[in-house]
């Protein structure tokens, strides 16, 4: 059985260290706040202005001015901080933000990241994601395996307009956790229901043991 959304997210949340700087990307990303794992903090960063998100709120508690960047309306914490759009690129471009979690449309062997348009379609906005893969140390791509057509989400190389060359490190999808190292993809985690096998026949990238 596949992971969903959620097992995603939660997934991705492991990934996550104790002090650490945080962006989470649109989508999947933002559901990671919801799994922060107990014991660990981190600061999460949107680059609309807000430094200490905290998790999705509740009916009672929706705010409609109190947006992350993805227009999600989220919470704020105790220590959060609220500052301009200049303010939270500075950050982003100075190399403050430990790591970004991201969704992808395409991530190639290399690490090459495609996750911003498809020609032809109406982009609503560019988002941050090309300052994010540019100052970030650390890129976590979550997203499914495959696009709808069931075709493989991870390439030889990118057929998009790429957001960044050579910038992901690891790739969360509904089938398992693969990091691109030297010559392609090597699956470090399958998930529950999963085979490996699965995975190399969904993936159109090298994979290497």
Not at 15 to 35: F, K, Q, S
Not at 180 to 198: F, P, Q, R, S, Y
Request: net charge negative; with cysteine; charged share 20%.
């Amino acid at each position: 059985m596949a992971w969903d959304r959620n097992q995603m997210a939660a997934r991705a949340a492991q990934e996550l260290e104790d002090g650490m700087y945080v962006n989470l990307g649109i989508g999947i990303p933002t559901l990671v706040a919801n799994y922060i794992p107990e014991g660990v903090t981190v600061t999460l960063q949107s680059e609309n202005g807000m430094l200490g998100i905290g998790p999705f709120p509740t009916e009672d508690e929706v705010d409609a001015d109190l947006i992350n960047a993805g227009k999600q309306t989220v919470t704020a914490l105790p220590h959060t901080a609220f500052f301009d759009s200049a303010q939270s690129f500075a950050m982003i471009r100075g190399g403050k933000i430990a790591m970004a979690i991201l969704g992808a449309m395409e991530v190639a062997e290399n690490g090459d990241l495609a996750n911003w348009m498809i020609p032809g379609k109406l982009i609503k906005g560019m988002g941050g994601a090309m300052d994010l893969v540019a100052g970030v140390k650390r890129i976590i791509v979550v997203m499914d395996h495959t696009n709808k057509a069931g075709e493989s989400k991870l390439l030889k190389e990118c057929t998009l307009p790429l957001t960044g060359k050579a910038v992901v490190n690891t790739i969360i999808t509904n089938l398992g956790v693969l990091e691109v190292v030297e010559g392609g993809l090597k699956i470090v985690e399958v998930a529950e229901g999963v085979t490996e096998d699965e995975i190399r026949a969904a993936t159109a990238a090298a994979i290497v043991n």
